[in-house]
């Protein structure tokens, strides 16, 4: 049975069908029925009320899901290691009549590479313990095949260069955006979540994108505000146009509108502005502790 | 007077002249004596127990599929499928009669509205109910197997080879001579696929099978049971695509197409379509990109 490298789905792929909906129809465009946050918002329209209108901000939440699989601890890795090495024990003799046929060429190379088990003698004495043998397979241990190299029509001996003789070499799990920590980079941390941060002031303080609103959807400000701040060249696909969260804070109330990249690259617009593709723990240290700690949750661990 | 003496000790005097209340249990559970020898105390071990002689081991590697779903997916979907205000959308349900007419006393319910099977309720989005891929099932149909019965084989082995799960026989359940198929008569195979074994076929096919059927233009929009299945069929042309089968094709002389089964634990066919979508299989008059 074949198997493959383990990588993980390209986020290329990632819900294409959701991907571009007509917004007309989208249920969220429905006309909503009256809800008790209607009431309140009404409420605070009417001219009775002294309270000011909290300011409406969407917030971009831009992610960069995992490109391969996810690290795993050393303690995991050991553990599927010894089940794969306990499934290679348990697993049935390989049926060598079915895919070398007897008479055959290639069937004689095989047996020239994969030696027979030593016979189980009934007059030895075996001092490692007595083997067991069915179909010339010592049950004992697990079965090592070594395979003969394919025989190609026209081509004499051995053939040099060929794409099957040359060993499988994964690719690297780090960057070069790894090795030079180039945190602008969405090459970076293949294994990990990333989440955009952006600063006007040269870096001191960091934060995710944040639009305010003035009678356009949510999620549409949120778009436009991505083109308006890292250019055209990004494909993204927008989750949901409901926000997966609210924060409020003296700026307003914050909504944040779930966006994941799927190509291109985020390329700033405004000379002031400098961004960062950050993991979760990474944005820990960038954000504020109180509103780290508020938006947590939102964050994948992975 | 020694037999006096013993009397006064026995318990069976307070039971004179009265019956057993115990019902007798013998004879009412037939048991196969031979069955229970020390010897079979083995296989009475379950098979995920290490003890047992059919133990073999599941997690043998990472699952990526199984990752990415619960990494990435599972908490987009929710959102995708979050609705302000949402209820509970009951299903078609079996009716009642004319509760008055007292001719529909003992009757039968009423089939339901609609394509007359009751219908499940859908409740609203949340962490517990987000659909999920439960099962893949394979299912082929050998018609020709009722003429030449060895074709049978050839049946399980590629399912076999294919999926790495060994068949279940399918057997016909009717009698029709002019198709000539036999009641109790194998025709076929079947297989279940769940965990690790699920996820590999999975990207087999997504990645390695369906792009290159020529033919195919995504799972056809109209696929699917009303609960939440999601159905392919693969044409015997379509098969040697495996990389299973197309590096062995002499071995397979004979090659049959089956039907695949994606399980899901939607309510509806559209949220089991969005599930599969995002989990990359490709869909018919789907959205451009």
């Not at chain 1, 030895?124 to 069915?134: L, Y």
Request: charged share 25%; proline share 7%.
């Amino acid at each position: 049975m074949l198997r493959f490298t383990l990588r993980a789905p390209t986020f290329t792929r990632a819900l294409p069908l959701l991907k571009k909906y007509p917004v007309s129809t989208h249920r969220s465009c429905r006309t909503p029925k009256p809800t008790m946050f209607h009431k309140q918002v009404s409420r605070l329209y009417s001219t009775g009320s002294v309270q000011l209108l909290a300011k409406i901000l969407s917030t971009l939440l831009l992610l960069r899901p995992p490109v391969i699989t996810a690290d795993l601890p050393k303690f995991e890795s050991q553990y599927y290691n010894y089940q794969k090495e306990l499934w290679k024990r348990l697993m049935w003799t390989f049926p060598k009549w079915f895919y070398f046929r007897e008479g055959t060429l290639a069937e004689q190379r095989f047996r020239e590479l994969n030696k027979n088990p030593v016979h189980n003698n009934p007059n030895m004495e075996f001092i490692g313990g007595r083997p067991i043998i069915k179909h010339q397979r010592d049950l004992r241990f697990k079965q090592v095949l070594r395979l003969p190299k394919p025989y190609l029509e026209g081509e004499e001996g051995e053939v040099e260069g060929l794409e099957s003789d040359k060993p499988v070499v994964p690719n690297s799990r780090t960057t070069p955006a790894d090795a030079s920590n180039d945190t602008t980079s969405l090459e970076r941390k293949l294994a990990r979540t990333l989440y955009l941060v952006i600063s006007e002031d040269q870096g001191k303080l960091w934060a995710f994108p944040n639009f305010s609103c003035e009678n356009t959807p949510l999620h549409k400000v949120a778009e436009e505000g991505l083109y308006g701040l890292g250019g055209t060249e990004i494909n993204y696909f927008n989750v949901s146009p409901t926000p997966c969260h609210v924060q409020t804070s003296d700026k307003g109330k914050e909504f944040f509108i779930k966006l994941r990249i799927l190509s291109g690259s985020f390329v700033a617009q405004n000379k002031n502005t400098t961004f960062k593709w950050l993991t979760s723990e990474e944005l820990g240290e960038h954000l504020s502790k109180n509103y780290y700690e508020d938006i947590k949750h939102l964050m994948s661990a992975v | 007077m020694l037999k006096q003496c013993l009397r006064l000790f026995s318990t069976a005097g307070a039971r004179l002249g009265g019956y057993s209340t115990v019902q007798p249990v013998h004879h009412l559970v037939k048991i196969k004596k031979s069955a229970l020898m020390p010897k079979y105390d083995e296989v009475s071990i379950p098979k995920d127990d290490i003890e047992s002689v059919g133990f073999r081991p599941t997690e043998i590697e990472q699952d990526r599929v199984a990752e990415h779903y619960r990494n990435s997916l599972k908490s987009d979907l929710m959102l995708y499928f979050y609705e302000h205000d949402a209820e509970v959308v009951r299903g078609q349900k079996l009716r009642d009669h004319d509760p008055t007419s007292p001719y529909a006393l003992y009757r039968h319910k009423r089939k339901p509205r609609g394509f007359g099977r009751p219908t499940r309720d859908v409740y609203p989005i949340g962490p517990t109910n987000i659909p999920e891929l439960t099962g893949i099932s394979l299912n082929l149909y050998a018609k020709d197997a009722h003429v030449y019965p060895w074709l049978n084989i050839s049946t399980s082995l590629q399912l076999a080879q294919i999926t790495n799960v060994k068949p279940k026989p399918v057997k016909s359940k009717i009698n029709d001579l002019s198709w000539k198929v036999r009641m109790g008569k194998r025709c076929g195979a079947k297989v279940e696929l769940t965990g690790s074994d699920m996820s590999q076929f999975l990207l087999t096919l997504t990645e390695l099978v369906l792009p290159r059927i020529r033919t195919f233009r995504g799972v056809p929009k109209k696929s699917g049971d009303k609960f939440g299945n999601i159905s392919i069929g693969l044409d015997p042309e379509d098969v040697k695509f495996f990389p299973e089968i197309e590096h062995f094709q002499e071995l397979f002389p004979n090659l049959f197409g089956f039907h695949i089964t994606f399980k899901t634990s939607a309510r509806t066919d559209d949220a089991a379509r969005v599930l599969l979508s995002s989990l990359g299989l490709p869909f018919e008059n789907a959205p451009a990109m």
